[in-house]
């Protein structure tokens, strides 16, 4: 079986040769542990920081040893009560083809109640970013206007539609291409879409917010963010999810440079991690599957084919390849 390896850690953006894919063994499971077949590999942008060698609220990848992430397969072994030969599973050896791990660290998963691969994005680790970055983060409620950036992936794509669906005044997305904004705007139902490589976003969202946002949810950091501080109304508040743009950045990003107007307009900026909202899990998959069922949730996947192009998928979604989620699905 094969796997794939940190061979160098990136400067700047990564480059095909920081990876490499290495035969490894398969284990058998001993006491306790299941061996998985993965079917579906998750590539996220959070592992890019995961590359450096710095301590951050995920430890970073050794060199030369199997990367990680989550993945979703049928269990081919198994010496671990509860679980049998043919179960889906959920866990977080991802990055390989074979997985053989603690029972303890997988969760079992319903591949008739859904397709195995929304496990890892609107049913998963994104959707519930999307889901309580905006409730319970942004404190969002009906009436609001709602600004997304990275609106067109994973999380993005489902900040705009989980706020439309609960009563949002005006949804406005941001992504970097024209396809993107006519699919935010036609398929996802967004009031409002800019392409952020058409000129400065402070510009772009006055003219889709001419009264302002109550909530802004950030993906992307830099001027995305400025643009925002500055657009936000009087108690406005902001979900801190992630700061793409940054991400391979070599120094020290600038701004938000206008930071004191926060004071004024009394702004909450939040920072969020998805693993302390766990509690919300149940409660999300129930409304999230609900509108998945009946039509009013829309969810996209880029796929790309082959354990052996998972290093070029994770290049791809840092330069936006994807709509929606970007997985890898592996020959069975
Ligand atoms: P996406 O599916 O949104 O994929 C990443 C997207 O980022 C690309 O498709 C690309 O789209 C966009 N992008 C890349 N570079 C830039 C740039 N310079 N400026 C603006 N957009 C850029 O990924 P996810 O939905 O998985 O993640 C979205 C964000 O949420 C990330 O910042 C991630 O780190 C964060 N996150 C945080 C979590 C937490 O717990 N805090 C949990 C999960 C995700 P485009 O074509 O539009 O440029």
Redesign the pocket.
Same mark, same amino acid.
């Given at each position: 079986a094969r796997e794939w390896h940190l061979a160098a850690r990136p400067e700047g953006w990564p480059k095909p040769e920081d990876f490499a894919l290495v035969a490894a063994p398969v284990r058998q499971p001993g006491p306790g542990e299941i061996l998985v077949r993965n079917e579906y590999l998750s590539v996220?942008?959070?592992m890019r920081g995961r590359m450096n060698d710095v301590k951050s609220y995920v430890p970073p990848f050794q060199l030369g040893a199997a990367m990680d992430g989550g993945a979703v397969g049928y269990v081919v072994a198994s010496q671990a009560d509860g679980f049998e030969v043919g179960d889906a599973v959920l866990h977080g050896l991802g990055w390989r083809e074979y997985a053989t791990l603690d029972a303890k660290h997988a969760v079992k998963v319903d591949p008739k109640l859904a397709p195995l691969s929304y496990y890892l994005g609107v049913l998963g680790?994104?959707g519930l970013?999307a889901y309580a970055g905006l409730l319970e983060v942004a404190s969002f409620k009906e009436g609001d206007t709602v600004f997304v950036?990275?609106? %067109? $992936?994973? @999380? !993005?794509s489902l900040v705009g539609q989980i706020a439309k669906l609960k009563g949002a005044a005006r949804v406005i997305g941001? %992504? !970097?291409?024209a396809e993107?904004v006519a699919k935010l705007v036609e398929d996802y139902g967004f009031d409002a879409a800019f392409n952020?490589k058409d000129g400065p976003v402070r510009e772009q969202l006055a003219k889709a917010a001419p009264e302002g946002i109550d909530v802004y949810f950030d993906? @992307?950091g !830099?001027d995305?963010l400025e643009a925002a501080i500055g657009a936000l109304n009087v108690h406005g508040r902001v979900t801190l999810?992630? %700061?793409? %743009?940054q991400y391979n950045d070599t120094s020290a990003p600038a701004g938000p440079r206008n930071l004191a107007l926060a004071i004024g307009k009394r702004l909450r900026l939040q920072? *969020? *991690? @998805?693993?302390d909202h766990a509690a919300l899990q149940p409660q999300f998959v129930a409304e999230v599957a609900g509108w998945l069922k009946d039509g009013s949730l829309r969810y996209d996947e880029t796929v790309v084919d082959g354990v052996e192009n998972t290093a070029e998928a994770f290049l791809g *979604? *840092?330069? $936006?390849?994807?709509t $929606?989620?970007?997985v890898v699905r592996l020959a069975s």
């Amino acid at each position: 079986a094969r796997e794939w390896h940190l061979a160098a850690r990136p400067e700047g953006w990564p480059k095909p040769e920081d990876f490499a894919l290495v035969a490894a063994p398969v284990r058998q499971p001993g006491p306790g542990e299941i061996l998985v077949r993965n079917e579906y590999l998750s590539v996220d942008p959070y592992m890019r920081g995961r590359m450096n060698d710095v301590k951050s609220y995920v430890p970073p990848f050794q060199l030369g040893a199997a990367m990680d992430g989550g993945a979703v397969g049928y269990v081919v072994a198994s010496q671990a009560d509860g679980f049998e030969v043919g179960d889906a599973v959920l866990h977080g050896l991802g990055w390989r083809e074979y997985a053989t791990l603690d029972a303890k660290h997988a969760v079992k998963v319903d591949p008739k109640l859904a397709p195995l691969s929304y496990y890892l994005g609107v049913l998963g680790m994104p959707g519930l970013t999307a889901y309580a970055g905006l409730l319970e983060v942004a404190s969002f409620k009906e009436g609001d206007t709602v600004f997304v950036s990275g609106a %067109a $992936g994973a @999380v !993005g794509s489902l900040v705009g539609q989980i706020a439309k669906l609960k009563g949002a005044a005006r949804v406005i997305g941001s %992504a !970097g291409s024209a396809e993107k904004v006519a699919k935010l705007v036609e398929d996802y139902g967004f009031d409002a879409a800019f392409n952020y490589k058409d000129g400065p976003v402070r510009e772009q969202l006055a003219k889709a917010a001419p009264e302002g946002i109550d909530v802004y949810f950030d993906n @992307v950091g !830099g001027d995305h963010l400025e643009a925002a501080i500055g657009a936000l109304n009087v108690h406005g508040r902001v979900t801190l999810c992630g %700061a793409i %743009a940054q991400y391979n950045d070599t120094s020290a990003p600038a701004g938000p440079r206008n930071l004191a107007l926060a004071i004024g307009k009394r702004l909450r900026l939040q920072g *969020l *991690l @998805v693993r302390d909202h766990a509690a919300l899990q149940p409660q999300f998959v129930a409304e999230v599957a609900g509108w998945l069922k009946d039509g009013s949730l829309r969810y996209d996947e880029t796929v790309v084919d082959g354990v052996e192009n998972t290093a070029e998928a994770f290049l791809g *979604l *840092l330069r $936006g390849d994807n709509t $929606g989620k970007m997985v890898v699905r592996l020959a069975s």
